[in-house]
């Protein structure tokens, strides 16, 4: 056997012929280490079995020889006399007794020569598992010689050096006075002073305080409550400046503006007292710059709306609801919603359930025109001979027409039932006379019990078409998305959308020509569930991020005008990495030589750690990903390190062109176990993973578990998150495993805590362990690899799914039964990326946090959601084969059951808060290529095990 492994040894060659010179010392003086314990294991075997079956060879032949000579000497004891007898028995008992006493010497030789045999064999047992240790190391150091060597090259012939960081660049004076240009054809190129505003600048912005630069006339209701909303919400804004001279933009705020006494509102001059407006003191002669904020609350009629109409406001960037076709200069001004929402916090208890896709009332409208009520011409229009073209030139026509039509759509033989109202009954106190639009019907509650119920919310563009966008179609739309009506909107091609640039509606909303009224009715019937519950969706989310809040709404208009910039966002926050131990304090190392359990397989070199790449694609993401950015991960508002989302190099730009990084297999020529274990591959450069460790008062078994680490390769570093407020023992030793252990204090004892985003963490790919999860490290290695080509997802081991409950429906269960499909890998033994921490502990509704703080469980549950909501795709459940938990830690039924109960209990609420369950089924398991492949005796299988 030993000669065996031997052979393997001396035939290991991973290298072929190498031209470097150096690697070619370095392989001898191996080869000569091989050739030398190679001689020493032979030797020593050789000669102790020699000698061993000398001495047995000899000894008990010898014993016999004489023994039998002996016998032989007494053969003719029946010829003697009687006499002689008794002193030849005698004699012969004591030659028995010499003969058993010389036996059991020689027996008590024998006994200890065997131990000496068995000595020698385990100390050759020894000696062998120690050569595979040898050899296995040495694997690993030629490997990690390679590694370092392509390291070093990859250094070397770096022709781009890496960038340093620009310098932030920020104005120094405020805006010089320039005179006046045209601004009615306004567009960022003629009006905006981008030099202000320098791709490294962070976009400052700068708020005038409304309470200390008045702009508006007396005579005029400000909104209160809305301006110190705002005031306070960008405050929050991270862009918000104190220094006007840096600024790239300033904000003025105008609030919403009534007339203190509407009756007397025409005596009093225009809101806006031009002359204050003209001379702020940065406005510059023409407002370069500047955003006038006119956001609408309460009242979502179109005077108090438009208060720019037929002002002065220079190259300023208008922000408000209401637009004039012939004011609105488009991809310069900023059509956005009513603030109809709470100023920040959870709002997913306004949302209702997105199931079912189908509801009681398939379209609802509720809406009257003040001219409506008067209006003859409705019932003299016959269906029959209308003329769409004729009608479209007189608006109101149009519009009779599509009542009409629509009355009569209610009253068919169709078994969709609509809820169509168009009088308000009682009639709506917002009824005016200066109404251009459909105003909104009863209490926001009585509009939102009809929403809840509709599939669809109609929403009728203006019928004067002259406005492009009201407060009221903004605050239909609103209150659409809000209760997952899907918006159908009538004249969808007459008006501008709020965000338009960069909100995809389409997958939201159904935008409509007025002409197509007759044939909505079976456009909406053929709209599938699937679709209905997607645009459903989209339509939460962009309730929920950009418009559901005022800190959203606010966040929102910032971020769009710095996305028209090209700037990025300023880069996500994360949490600090406090140590446990104070900085005089230096925890004692085990002295104790960890053996490696597993150490039979080589599984990648060790490399010294290095962090992933970070904030590479600063700029590139916003172009690429523009798109994605707001609508599908509807996170315009941070700048990330790395993302799970990023572009994959075609595979010939690793070795044309774009090497640097990359580990290909076979250097390219690819191979099977041997080569596979020496390199990374993949479509991805090389990397190192970070294990994060959530540990309370389990001293020893956080030891035994991080021990367990030692020579893992690829691992960057390990986090231990000390939950405990007690501080580890002093006399604790803890482990050298060859990379950094941080064990950090938490503030608190919160399971929330393993999701935390550390900044000490510094690779793409985190691996959450349990502190008494037992992985191997083939299973950990290959999970990696896995990760690595599904990045955006959970990878790991425990698996558990989602089951529905027979008995009482609408509602789900948490199963760890046996099953054939699955929708949860727990976090107790997965790789995620770094980029969901984030967004679990800043984009995640507080109340997810909250019930896991609650119950002291679930958080797995909860990153298991949110990963899903994101991507719509399941976890990936990887192959283990001795994965247990905490053998020997008692845990009593009853515990056991209530901790079953409570993750029943938060299946079905981060249901409710999500609005859907955004678990998806998966029937997939990752199993290494070669696994249960028949594969030639000189080749190698990916892992030996799995
Ligand atoms: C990207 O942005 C981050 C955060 O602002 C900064 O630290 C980093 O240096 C930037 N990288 C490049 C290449 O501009
Ligand atoms: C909205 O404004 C109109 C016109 O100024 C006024 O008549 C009406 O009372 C206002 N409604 C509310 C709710 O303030
Ligand atoms: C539409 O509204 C504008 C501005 O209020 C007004 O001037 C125009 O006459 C209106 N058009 C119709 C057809 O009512
Ligand atoms: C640091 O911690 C050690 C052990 O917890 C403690 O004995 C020592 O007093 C601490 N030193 C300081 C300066 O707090
Ligand atoms: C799991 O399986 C056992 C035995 O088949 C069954 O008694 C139990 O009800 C199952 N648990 C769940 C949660 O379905």
Request: aromatic share 10%; charged share 20%.
């Amino acid at each position: 056997m030993a000669g065996g492994s031997l052979e393997s040894g001396s035939t290991y060659h991973p290298l072929g012929n190498s031209r470097e010179r150096c690697y070619w010392i370095a392989h001898i003086k191996l080869s000569r280490i091989i050739i030398l314990i190679a001689f020493i294991l032979f030797i020593v075997p050789l000669f102790t079995h020699y000698y061993l079956s000398q001495v047995e060879a000899e000894s008990p032949m010898m014993d016999i020889h004489r023994t039998r000579s002996k016998l032989e000497a007494f053969e003719d004891f029946t010829s003697m006399k009687a006499s002689d007898l008794k002193s030849r028995i005698e004699e012969m008992l004591r030659i028995k007794v010499s003969v058993s006493n010389e036996l059991r010497d020689l027996e008590a030789k024998r006994q200890r020569l065997q131990m000496e045999v068995n000595g020698f064999t385990q100390k050759i047992d020894d000696l062998k598992q120690e050569l595979l240790h040898q050899q296995t190391d040495l694997d690993r150091l030629k490997m990690s010689v390679v590694q370092a060597q392509a390291a070093q090259r990859e250094a070397v012939e770096r022709n781009t050096p890496e960038l340093a960081p620009p310098k932030r660049i920020l104005m120094t004076s405020p805006p010089a006075i320039v005179p006046s240009t045209d601004p009615y054809s306004c567009k960022m190129y003629n009006c905006f002073d981008h030099s202000r505003c320098a791709l490294t600048s962070g976009f400052p912005v700068y708020l005038y305080d409304p309470d200390l630069f008045s702009i508006i006339n007396p005579g005029w209701d400000v909104d209160g409550f809305l301006r110190t909303t705002i005031k306070q919400t960008l405050g929050y804004n991270p862009h918000l400046t104190s220094n006007p001279a840096e600024a790239c933009i300033y904000i003025i705020l105008i609030d919403e503006l009534l007339p203190v006494d509407s009756t007397r509102a025409q005596g009093f001059k225009h809101p806006l007292d031009i002359v204050k407006l003209h001379s702020l003191p940065y406005w510059g002669g023409d407002g370069r710059n500047h955003i006038l904020l006119n956001l609408a609350r309460r009242n979502l009629t179109l005077a108090s709306g438009n208060t720019f109409a037929n002002v002065d406001t220079g190259r300023a960037i208008l922000v408000q609801s209401t637009y004039r076709r012939n004011q609105y200069r488009e991809g310069f001004d900023l059509v956005v919603p009513p603030i109809l929402g709470p100023p920040g916090g959870d709002i997913w208890q306004e949302c209702a359930q997105m199931v079912p896709a189908r509801r009681k009332y398939l379209l609802s409208f509720q809406g009257e025109m003040k001219s409506s009520r008067s209006n003859p011409t409705t019932s003299q229009i016959d269906d029959a001979e209308i003329d769409l073209a004729r009608l479209a030139e007189d608006e109101n026509n149009l519009d009779s027409f599509i009542i009409q039509h629509l009355k009569e759509m209610t009253s068919g033989t169709t078994m969709d039932k609509f809820y169509l109202q168009f009088e308000c009954i009682p009639a709506s106190e917002e009824q005016n006379n200066e109404a251009v639009d459909w105003y909104l019907c009863g209490t926001e509650s009585s509009r939102k019990e009809i929403l809840k119920e509709s599939t669809f919310s109609l929403i009728l563009a203006p019928t004067n078409a002259s406005y492009v966008s009201t407060a009221s179609i903004q605050a239909r739309l609103y209150e659409a998305l809000r209760s997952g009506a899907i918006p159908v909107i009538l004249g969808g091609d007459q008006i501008v959308l709020s965000y338009s640039e960069v909100i995809a509606w389409r997958r939201a909303a159904i935008l409509l020509p007025k002409a197509r009224v007759t044939e909505m009715h079976f456009l909406l019937r053929a709209i599938p569930d699937n679709d209905l519950l997607a645009m459903r969706r989209q339509g939460r989310l962009i309730w929920e991020r950009y418009m559901g809040t005022a800190q959203g709404a606010m966040d929102t208009i910032i971020a769009t005008v710095r996305d028209r910039l090209g700037i990025p966002p300023l880069p996500a926050t994360q949490s600090p990495s406090p140590s446990v131990f104070n900085e005089s304090f230096i925890p004692l190392k085990s002295d104790t030589i960890i053996s490696e359990p597993e150490a039979e397989e080589s599984l990648g070199p060790l490399e010294p750690p290095y962090p992933s790449p970070a904030f590479k694609r600063n700029y590139t993401t916003m172009f690429i990903h523009g798109h994605e950015i707001w609508n599908d991960w509807v996170n315009p508002f941070n700048l990330y390190p790395q993302l799970p989302f990023d572009t994959v190099l075609p595979s010939d730009a690793k070795f044309i062109g774009s090497e640097v990084g990359f580990r290909p297999i076979g250097k390219g020529a690819g191979g099977a176990g041997k080569e596979f274990s020496e390199a990374l591959g993949g479509n991805h450069p090389r990397e190192q993973f970070t294990i994060i460790m959530l540990t309370y008062e389990r001293e020893q078994v956080l030891i035994n578990s991080l021990a367990r680490l030692y020579g893992l390769p690829y691992l960057n570093k390990v986090l231990v998150l000390w939950n405990s407020p007690k501080p580890p023992m002093e006399d604790l030793r803890w482990p050298e495993i060859g990379v950094p252990i941080v064990v950090i204090k938490a503030a608190r004892n919160s399971l929330n805590n393993r999701f935390l985003p550390f900044d000490s963490i510094e690779t793409e790919a985190v691996l959450s362990v349990d502190d008494d999860a037992h992985l191997r490290h083939d299973e950990i290695m290959f999970g990696f690899r896995v990760w690595r080509e599904h990045r955006d997802q959970v990878v790991g081991f425990p698996g558990r799914f989602h089951a529905w409950d027979q008995n009482y429906h609408n509602a789900w269960n948490y199963n760890s039964n046996y099953s054939c499909e699955l929708s949860m890998v727990l976090t107790g033994a997965a790789f995620i990326h770094k980029h969901y921490t984030y967004l679990y502990t800043h984009w995640l509704p507080q109340a997810i946090r909250d019930k896991v703080d609650e119950y002291m469980n679930c958080e797995d549950i909860a990153m298991n959601f949110l990963i899903s909501h994101l991507t719509r795709k399941p976890p990936v459940k990887v192959t283990s084969r001795w994965t247990f938990r905490c053998p020997g830690c008692p845990v009593s039924l009853s515990e056991d059951d209530t901790h079953f109960q409570e993750r029943h209990k938060c299946i079905n609420f981060f249901t409710q808060v999500f609005g859907y369950m955004p678990l998806l089924n998966t029937q997939y398991r990752a199993d290494s290529i070669l696994f249960k492949t028949r594969i030639p005796h000189d080749k190698q299988k990916c892992f030996k095990f799995i």
